[in-house]
């Protein structure tokens, strides 16, 4: 019997309508487009807008597209991660309120924070329940309001995170299609280059951490940029050798979209051509947790069932590695 693995077999995402430009940041900071385009490749980026509206109203409405265009009964369902590292609150699951709403009553949901790797550590997670056979059905679903924790008076980081969702269908298959390897790796020295102080169980809120600014993100961008293009290149050129793959076997790569910079870093070290990498930071900026999906969802046509995807994140933390995954339809 062949083994069981974990494939993706449908995909959603959604973005706020709100379209911050470069022009609009000009107005807030002291900053230009060319600046911008030039050290991130970011032109836009979508802002979710509206009173009461948190993370959860942007995985549901990823999940719904992604129901409807499966023609999925949402009962089916047996599990709902939500990657997230801007969850609706500190304590209640977001991903329990986001299964009632869209009726999976027979799903039990958590949330998954591994800040900018935290869809790519999910990967994981959904797939190994998935390969274990106790599941059959999980929803991974990576979402960020990165705009409820960013400073617009910080110019070093409110040019760069927008809002965003996508969600990933994980289901078994026995064609061998589906997650085929893994290199996932932490190290905590990274906790004071990219961190939201206060409001956790560290520096709890107060009127003094309010005064401070410390509940928006601080990034040392120039330490980040270093980890991040050694720490993703590495681990996704290690998954394309411990696999046998060569440049001409990679059909797409699929990188966390934090800076232009450090996706080509990552391609160029894998020897890909720029039309095998997905991009749409000039579009969305860094959504944190919903980039890889949002890419999938937006290159989806394009894919083709058997295609080699490699997969690689960097985060917060630090987090970060890479994925070797085979698509296992065409749409
Ligand atoms: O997704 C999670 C992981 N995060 C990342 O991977 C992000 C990694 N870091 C980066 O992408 C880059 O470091 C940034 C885009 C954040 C910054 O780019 P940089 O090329 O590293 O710029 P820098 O911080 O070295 O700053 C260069 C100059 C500085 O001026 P001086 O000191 O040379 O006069 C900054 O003050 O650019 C200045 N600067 C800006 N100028 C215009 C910083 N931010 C801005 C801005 N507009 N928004």
Same mark, same amino acid.
């Given at each position: 019997?062949?083994?069981?693995?974990?494939?993706?077999?449908?995909?959603?995402? *959604?973005?706020?309508?709100?379209?911050?430009?470069?022009?609009?940041?000009?107005?807030?900071?002291?900053?230009?487009?060319?600046?911008?385009?030039?050290?991130?490749?970011?032109?836009?980026?979508?802002?979710?807008?509206?009173?009461?509206?948190?993370?959860?109203?942007?995985?549901?409405?990823?999940? %719904?597209?992604?129901?409807?265009?499966?023609?999925?009964?949402?009962?089916?369902?047996?599990?709902?991660?939500?990657?997230?590292?801007?969850?609706?609150?500190?304590?209640? @699951?977001?991903?329990?309120?986001?299964?009632?709403?869209?009726?999976?009553?027979?799903?039990?949901?958590?949330?998954?924070?591994?800040?900018?790797?935290?869809?790519?550590?999910?990967?994981?997670?959904?797939?190994?329940?998935? %390969?274990?056979?106790?599941?059959?059905?999980?929803?991974?679903?990576?979402?960020?309001?990165?705009?409820? !924790?960013?400073? *617009?008076?910080?110019?070093?980081?409110?040019?760069? /995170?927008?809002?965003?969702?996508?969600? @990933?269908? /994980?289901?078994? &298959? &026995? %064609?061998?299609?589906?997650?085929?390897?893994? *290199?996932?790796?932490? $190290?905590?020295?990274?906790? &004071?280059?990219?961190?939201? $102080?206060?409001?956790?169980?560290?520096?709890?809120?107060?009127?003094?951490?309010?005064?401070?600014?410390?509940?928006?993100?601080?990034?040392? +961008?120039?330490?980040?940029?270093? /980890?991040?293009?050694?720490?993703?290149?590495?681990?996704?050129?290690?998954?394309? %050798?411990?696999?046998?793959?060569?440049?001409?076997?990679? $059909?797409?790569?699929?990188?966390?979209?934090?800076?232009?910079?450090?996706?080509?870093?990552?391609?160029?070290?894998?020897?890909?051509?720029?039309?095998?990498?997905?991009?749409? !930071?000039?579009?969305?900026? &860094?959504?944190?947790?919903?980039?890889?999906?949002?890419?999938?969802?937006?290159?989806?046509?394009?894919?083709?069932? +058997?295609?080699?995807?490699?997969?690689?994140?960097?985060?917060?933390?630090?987090?970060?590695?890479?994925?070797?995954?085979?698509?296992?339809?065409?749409?």
């Amino acid at each position: 019997m062949s083994k069981l693995t974990a494939a993706i077999t449908a995909v959603g995402s *959604y973005v706020p309508d709100f379209v911050m430009t470069n022009k609009i940041l000009e107005t807030l900071v002291d900053t230009n487009d060319e600046w911008i385009t030039t050290r991130t490749g970011i032109k836009e980026r979508r802002i979710l807008k509206g009173k009461g509206l948190g993370t959860s109203y942007l995985a549901i409405k990823a999940a %719904e597209q992604l129901l409807e265009k499966r023609k999925l009964d949402p009962k089916e369902i047996d599990l709902i991660i939500v990657a997230t590292a801007t969850p609706d609150m500190m304590v209640a @699951a977001t991903a329990a309120y986001v299964g009632s709403e869209i009726g999976a009553t027979n799903a039990f949901a958590y949330d998954l924070q591994a800040a900018c790797s935290s869809f790519l550590y999910g990967m994981s997670t959904a797939a190994s329940y998935i %390969e274990s056979g106790r599941y059959k059905k999980v929803l991974l679903i990576g979402a960020d309001k990165m705009s409820s !924790i960013i400073d *617009y008076t910080d110019r070093t980081t409110c040019i760069i /995170f927008g809002d965003g969702a996508g969600a @990933a269908l /994980f289901e078994p &298959n &026995n %064609e061998g299609l589906g997650l085929q390897d893994e *290199y996932l790796r932490s $190290d905590g020295v990274g906790r &004071n280059f990219l961190k939201m $102080d206060a409001g956790g169980s560290l520096l709890p809120a107060s009127e003094e951490t309010v005064k401070n600014r410390q509940h928006f993100i601080y990034q040392d +961008g120039k330490s980040v940029f270093k /980890f991040a293009v050694t720490n993703m290149a590495d681990s996704a050129a290690k998954i394309m %050798e411990r696999n046998n793959l060569s440049h001409k076997d990679v $059909d797409w790569l699929i990188p966390h979209q934090a800076n232009k910079r450090i996706i080509d870093a990552t391609s160029n070290r894998m020897g890909l051509d720029d039309s095998k990498v997905m991009m749409n !930071i000039q579009r969305y900026g &860094n959504t944190t947790s919903a980039t890889l999906p949002l890419l999938l969802s937006d290159y989806e046509s394009q894919l083709k069932k +058997g295609d080699n995807l490699v997969f690689a994140a960097f985060g917060g933390g630090f987090t970060w590695g890479s994925i070797y995954l085979k698509w296992a339809y065409n749409s």
